[in-house]
């Protein structure tokens, strides 16, 4: 499977992920990565960077972050499409090392992301390239 940049989170430049960047960035917005593990892996950071560093440790926070209704998002919507698809409830806390919270939350998101389910066995690859 293949996707822009493989970039299944869409994530922005912000300087906190550097593994698995392609060379060059052409994407003036998003970053772009050798493949689809590495995009998956710097999901895995981003969301560890959100509970550990930003205290952003329920479900809700990291979704409000994620997509801000500033960004023209609908945050209670977002929410609720990740509810549905993970089973998590809105005030659920995030345990970043944990394959049983991130897998489902990062699925959950990058099928909304992208509209269509994602490959589970390259989030798995994701998942084992972040725990090491």
Same mark, same amino acid.
């Given at each position: 499977?293949?996707?822009?940049?493989?970039?299944?989170?869409?994530?922005?430049?912000?300087?906190? *992920?550097?593994?698995?960047?392609?060379?060059?960035?052409? $994407?003036?917005?998003?970053?772009?990565? %050798?493949?689809?593990?590495?995009?998956? /892996?710097?999901?895995?950071?981003?969301? %560890?960077?959100?509970?550990?560093? =930003? /205290?952003? @440790?329920?479900?809700? %926070?990291?979704?409000?972050?994620?997509?801000? $209704?500033?960004?023209?998002?609908? =945050?209670?919507?977002?929410?609720?499409?990740?509810?549905?698809?993970?089973?998590? =409830?809105? @005030?659920?806390?995030?345990?970043? *090392? @944990?394959?049983?919270?991130?897998?489902?939350?990062?699925?959950? *998101?990058?099928?909304?992301?992208?509209?269509?389910?994602?490959?589970?066995? @390259?989030?798995?690859?994701?998942? %084992?390239?972040?725990?090491?």
């Amino acid at each position: 499977m293949t996707m822009k940049n493989n970039n299944p989170l869409r994530l922005r430049h912000t300087g906190d *992920i550097t593994q698995g960047l392609t060379p060059q960035q052409t $994407d003036p917005h998003y970053l772009q990565f %050798r493949s689809l593990v590495y995009g998956y /892996r710097a999901a895995f950071v981003t969301i %560890r960077n959100l509970v550990w560093i =930003s /205290r952003r @440790d329920t479900l809700e %926070r990291i979704l409000t972050y994620w997509a801000p $209704d500033a960004a023209g998002a609908d =945050s209670q919507l977002y929410t609720a499409r990740v509810c549905a698809l993970t089973g998590f =409830s809105p @005030d659920d806390e995030v345990n970043p *090392i @944990d394959v049983c919270h991130m897998v489902p939350l990062v699925a959950a *998101i990058s099928r909304i992301e992208n509209g269509r389910p994602p490959h589970v066995p @390259d989030i798995m690859a994701g998942w %084992r390239l972040y725990r090491g």
